[in-house]
Structures are given as structure tokens and as C-alpha cells.
């Protein structure tokens, strides 16, 4: 399963389409619009000189809101997919070619270890912590996007309700879990709690708002390669999506358009720097 697992994650970046599709939506309809990166940047105090490393950070989706507002910081990035690194527009000489769990850096080398969205698809996240913990400084501070289980609700009931139609045993069909569900908002606070002295969370409620069942569709099946080994044995991805056009039919036709919650957010840890450091100070004073 663990193998499994691995594949369709090699596979869901393969390219940049699946990436660019879910910045696309994103950007067009969210409501209210937010700009997720820069969003996501902004729940960190900056100094302005950081030497930053972006784990996970397939076509640099940060690195241009970063180098706009922090012109100064020292930037180093690591991906999984050469694909993607072709695309990152960073100097090659800061890109690395690498797993996440096995960290090409030296020991405190790092202000701020950026991983947003990548946690829970590690096949050990401890793992993955402890190399991070490790590259940090110690009074450095990460980063880490992620989702809330009860992000886009509405497409895992949806999802959960073709599979019940479709399957031969519906009646025994669960509901698939969150992609999100090894690392999540809820979770990933008391995760992240084992390894830094102090985490603070940070919600971003918001919704997509569809008035055009295409992009739904499009956004729904560009997950593809992450959710389709959820479904029943003898359900296909195929079959499923065209459960969901005519059911996502029938629900704008009914209400005039379509609507996603979306439950992101980020997580902010460290033992001593940043949010944390004058209280580290004064409990030791």
C-alpha cells in the first residue's frame, strides 16, 4: 500500500498540469479571492536576511511573492520531481534534486524550513521532521501549509456517494479518506508539538465558487492520481466522473452554482525564534 501510495504521488507530479490546474482554480474562484501564497508568507514575522530552504517546492509557486517582499533572504529549494525543478525560475545552483527525508544540507544551516502542502505525502513524516529539525537553526522557525480534514467536504461526500452508487456493495462502501489525513490542520499541531516547544496554527476558511461545471470537473479530475485508489475495486475513475457531472449538473442547475469549501491553513513551530523567543527569554530569565 505504502508503495502505492508512492506511485500515485510520483505520478500526480509527474508534470506541472496537475499543480497549475489547482493554482488556476484557486486564483479565479476563491471566494473571497485570497492569494494562498502570499497568505501562506505572511503568517511569518520576517526578519528580511533568512536563509530559507523550500521543501516540496515544485515549480516555485513561492519564490516570486518571496523575492518580491524579501529581496534580501537566501533562498535553496528541493524537489522530488526533476520535472518540476526544470520549471523553478531559482538559480540552478539553489535547486537540489532530493527526498525530503534525506536532506542534503548541513546540520543548523537554516532561518526557516519551508514545507507547505508536502508533509503528508512523506512515508515517515518523523522521519521527515527529525531532518528538518536537524538543517534548522536553533532558533529557526518552519512552515507548513496544509489542509483540514474538513477541506472540500462537499467533494468527499460527493465522492463517497458515487462509490455507494456504483459498487456492487455500496452498503459497504466508508467514505474516502482526506489526502491530507496523515498530516492535517488537526493533527499536524500535535505532531509538529513532538518535535518543536511551541506551535501556533493559523485558519484560512474560504470557498470555490463554480458558475461553469467545466473547471469543476477539470479541478476535480486533476486529482486523479491521488484519490482514484480510494474508490471500490470495482468503481473506476471514469465511471465516477461521470457521476459527478450529472450530479454537479443537477446541483447548479438547482441552485445557479456550485459551491466548495475549502478549510486550509498553516502551522508555524519552533523552540526559540520568532512568535516564541521573548517568552523563551523571560521563562528563562
Known amino acids: 500500500m505504502a508503495q502505492d501510495q508512492a506511485d ?15 493554482e488556476e ?13 502570499r497568505w ?6 520576517w526578519v528580511g536576511d533568512e536563509v530559507i530552504l523550500d521543501i516540496g517546492a515544485g515549480t516555485g509557486s513561492h519564490y516570486a511573492c ?4 524579501q529581496p534580501n533572504i537566501a ?35 537554516f532561518d526557516l524550513v ?9 512515508a515517515d513524516i518523523e522521519a521527515g521532521l527529525a531532518e528538518i529539525k536537524r538543517v534548522l537553526k536553533p532558533d529557526g522557525r518552519m512552515l507548513a501549509a496544509t489542509d483540514s480534514l474538513q477541506n472540500q467536504i462537499q467533494l468527499q461526500m460527493l465522492i463517497h456517494r458515487a ?31 513532538r518535535h518543536f516547544y511551541a506551535v501556533v496554527r493559523h485558519d484560512l476558511p474560504c470557498k470555490l465558487i463554480f458558475d461553469d461545471i467545466e473547471p469543476a470537473l477539470e479541478y476535480l479530475d486533476s486529482m486523479r492520481q ?52 521573548d517568552f523563551v527569554a523571560r521563562d528563562h530569565a
Open 8 to 22: 500515485a504521488i510520483r505520478r500526480y507530479y509527474e508534470t506541472d498540469r496537475n499543480l497549475r490546474i489547482l
Open 25 to 37: 482554480t484557486q486564483a479565479r474562484y476563491s471566494f473571497p479571492r485570497v492569494d494562498f501564497v
Open 40 to 45: 501562506t508568507l505572511d503568517t511569518i514575522d
Open 66 to 69: 518571496l523575492m518580491q517582499e
Open 75 to 109: 533562498y535553496f529549494a528541493l524537489d522530488l520531481s526533476p520535472n518540476l525543478l526544470r520549471c523553478h525560475p531559482c538559480a540552478a545552483d539553489r535547486l537540489a534534486l532530493g527526498d525530503g527525508m534525506r536532506l542534503p544540507y548541513h546540520s543548523d544551516s
Open 114 to 122: 519551508m514545507a507547505n502542502h508536502v508533509l503528508y505525502h512523506l
Open 163 to 193: 462509490s455507494v452508487f456504483l459498487s456492487d456493495n455500496g452498503a459497504k462502501v466508508q467514505p474516502p479518506p482526506p489526502p491530507c489525513e496523515a498530516f492535517a490542520l488537526e493533527n499536524g499541531t500535535r505532531i509538529l508539538a
Open 226 to 277: 491521488l484519490r482514484q485508489d480510494s474508490l471500490p475495486d470495482d468503481v473506476s475513475w471514469d465511471d465516477m466522473m461521470i457521476f459527478m457531472r450529472q450530479f454537479m449538473t443537477q446541483m447548479m442547475q438547482s441552485s445557479g452554482s456550485l459551491e466548495i469549501d475549502l478549510a486550509v491553513g498553516a502551522l508555524v513551530a519552533s523552540d526559540r525564534g520568532g512568535f516564541i523567543g
